[in-house]
């Protein structure tokens, strides 16, 4: 006979608290991952965390909840002790008088939510490793088959009365079953899904850090004080030890920036205060105060070199879930196993400092089948995933950020589906009320990218420039630099502040006001900077020093990762300008191929106004062009303008920059550069290369014939 449930009022209260606790988590991951990316991937990240709490109640409901608790290894009930059964899916057979499985005092239902809130979390927590790299529908693959494949398998083995509990094995709130299979599965995507193309930005918002990690904190009481399923001294010696472990390890990861860097850092202190949560969650319960703050100063110190280790071996782990929660569950795990005692929890058990070596080697075997189990399926899953969808973005989305991307890719087929709907209405008499349909979606669709172009778009304050100076001027390398604000960059130089201003006056103002005149809406998403160094040595010796780059060019260069453009002012104002049309383009037209990215920037490496407007002027590619033409090496323009970065850039022949140019020059001079760019950005997802809208502005069907026409014209220029 199954127990009569007979509800303790306060156990019942107690535990719909917590539920509700652990339930605020998710949004406070989402607000501290937020933070810690780029403006531009906000939306991103948060939609990941926030539509777990959406799909994966629905697959809780459906049969998450029946696999993880139905059944057991001992009656022999469930699949070989790693699965339960179907019995209570759909929650089939639950119903207000089933009393939960580890305390009859409170009702299933609850018990099911409060185990639901946990489920939420988990797969979220993964996304902050492979931030703005995952297509959204090969997450929601991915997270519907983790689920099943990792998740819902280790609650059972651990929590349900599966093979992990007839071990022995203790995990009081989910060290194995939330932390560290989450941790080495953001590993696994990290190493499946590579190194991001284009660098994020980094933390937009600290303070929004610290509202998500006090979110987490909060939350974090219901997590492991309510894994207690009761109110007694051993749920009040779980909740003082969770925040005894935080605030421990808080410190002690300040503490190591602090001696690594030589100076306290806010953001250590968070990440910290998150390490020691996720190391006490599986001992919570099972050891003393003492205890718990030595866990939090061996967490903060662990999970400390733990990411700095990810750093050192390039593993682009975003927001380093491996080191905080792979590294940190892995941790709890095998300290529980060290310091477990049971005066503070008879019903738990004595560890290895008690005398108990089994105890300890079933904990430590345990958490290594975990991370090899969690490692190996992800990976798995990921490869299958990719062979239905393609899993990682490509360059356009990580440089644009992937949600407004998503949704301005989804909006331009809704455009092109309207349009064709439109003419085949005409033609063949179809429906006019789909038209309309399809014409008012894709208007609500662009309404919507919009509104999240304000969370994202380079739109700055007073404020957010004058905090910028000020970071800025910490990091100068001496007294000798000045610096000018021209929105929307910030001008640093070398050469005293009379030449700095006057730069930043005639020639980045200039530069931008004309651009954004003919070309481009949108400012860069982030404040960008400009070095101006005043001569070749101080442009080497400082590239390195700042960026720790030595320059491949004399002249300077855009770098997207430091968010500068770094300049030998000596050289003149021509490449400046050059390198000003590489941080538009990447704003407002991501997704452009880099011959005309380079073309454009080119052609005004040699300019002037004329008519009012930016105008490039032949320059000494000329030459160079010329010879190539008369020897026969320029290749086709559809060959050119098909060319990725690897191509254009490592595999150039000498002519791919003044080919590009030229052709930029050839169409500026004949009137149609501006309209083909606009034309190229309107049809970008039809013509990724540009070569058919160069085609059709040309109003040349042979393009082989166009170009013996462009050799000839580019054959009699002049400098």
Known sequence: MPPLLTIDTGNTAFMLLCSSLVMLMTPGLAFFYGGLVGRKNVLAIVIQSFVSMGWTTVLWWAFGFSLCFSGDLKSGTDFYGILGNFQWAFLRGISLDTPSLINPSIPMIVFCAYQMMFAIITPALITGAFANRVTFKAYMLFLTGWLMLVYFPFVHMVWGGGIMASWGVLDFAGGIVVHNIAGIAALASVLYVGRRRVADAGPHSIPLVALGTGMLWFG???????????????????????????????????????????????????????????????????????????????????????????????????????????????????????????????????????????????????????????????????????????????????????????????????????????????????????????????????????????????????????????????????????????????????????????????????????????????????????????????????????????????????SSAHKALIMNIETGGGTLVHEIVHPFIEANFPACPPWFNEGLGSLYEQSGEVDGHIHGFTNWRLPGLQAAIKAGTVPSFRLLTSLDSRGFYNDDKGTNYSQSRYLCYYLQEKGLLIKFYREFYARQQRDSTGYQSLKKILAEPDMQRFKTKWQRYVLGLTR
């Open 220 to 558: 974090w009481y219901g997590f492991n004080a309510g894994s207690e399923f009761r109110v007694d001294s051993v749920t009040a010696v779980a909740f003082l030890n969770t925040d005894l472990a935080a605030s421990f390890a808080a410190i002690a990861w300040l503490g190591m920036d602090w001696m690594t860097t030589k100076k306290p850092k806010f953001l250590g202190l968070l990440t910290g205060a998150v390490a020691g949560l996720a190391t006490i969650t599986p001992a919570a319960g099972y050891v003393s105060p003492a205890t718990a703050c030595l866990i939090g100063i061996i967490s903060g110190v662990v999970c400390f070199y733990a990411v700095a280790l990810k750093n050192r071996m390039k593993w682009d782990d975003a927001l380093d879930v491996w080191g905080v929660h792979g590294v940190g569950g892995f941790i709890g795990i095998v300290l529980c196993g060290v310091f477990a005692t049971t005066l503070f929890n008879p019903a738990g058990a004595d560890g290895l400092l008690r005398g108990n070596k089994r105890f300890f080697l079933i904990q430590l075997g345990a958490v290594l089948l975990s991370s090899i189990w969690a490692f190996v399926f992800t990976y798995v899953m990921l490869w299958i995933i990719d062979r239905i969808t393609k899993v990682k973005v490509d360059e356009a989305g990580e440089t644009e950020g992937l949600w407004r991307f998503t949704v301005k890719r989804l909006i331009l087929k809704e455009f092109e589906h309207a349009q064709i709907s439109y003419f085949s209405c005409n033609m063949g008499n179809l429906g006019v009320n789909r038209v309309r349909k399809i014409s008012l979606l894709a208007t609500l669709g662009w309404l919507l990218l919009v509104l999240t172009s304000t969370a994202q778009a380079g739109t700055f304050t007073d404020s957010d420039f004058n905090r910028h100076v000020e970071q800025l001027k910490k990091k100068l390398p001496s007294n000798e630099f000045s610096i000018v604000v021209s929105r929307p960059f910030v001008v640093i130089g070398d050469e005293g502040a009379a030449a700095v201003k006057e730069h930043a006056e005639r020639t980045v103002k200039w530069a931008v006001d004309k651009l954004k005149q003919d070309f481009f809406t949108k400012d860069p998403n982030e404040i960008l900077d400009i070095w101006l160094f005043r001569d070749a040595a101080s442009y080497q010796k400082n590239a390195l020093l700042l960026f720790g780059e030595k320059p491949s060019t004399p002249y300077g260069y855009y």
